[in-house]
């Protein structure tokens, strides 16, 4: 992710272009998280436009991780919990 988002381009995609060609942007407003440290897809008080974009790109797959890594965490110790000690045999189909 940081070394990948060095290419990004800054121009605005094709939903973003039609929509300043059209002038439906004139009625967009700014979101609530705008001036959150991430905003932007970069990091808030670097100047440098490459560091930042790869910066936010390393904390943004590092703040994913850990929220996976969590939430398969704790879905696996609960399934543990909840598992049955006992197990079935085999050969008979019976439960030992």
């Known amino acids: 992710a940081g070394f990948v988002s060095f ?9 973003e272009k039609v929509a300043a060609d059209k002038g439906i942007d004139r009625k967009a407003e700014e979101h609530a998280n705008a001036d959150s440290p991430l905003a932007d897809y970069g990091v ?3 100047a440098n436009a490459r560091v930042s974009g790869g910066l936010a790109g ?11 890594s969590a939430v398969f ?4 110790r609960r399934r543990g919990d909840d ?9 008979t189909g019976t439960r030992v």
């Open 58 to 68: 390393v904390i943004g797959v590092g703040v994913t991780v850990v929220a996976g």
């Open 73 to 76: 965490w704790a879905v696996r």
């Open 7 to 15: 290419y990004a381009s800054a121009n605005p995609d094709g939903l």
């Open 44 to 46: 808030e008080d670097i």
């Open 83 to 91: 598992a049955s000690p006992t197990s079935t045999d085999t050969s």
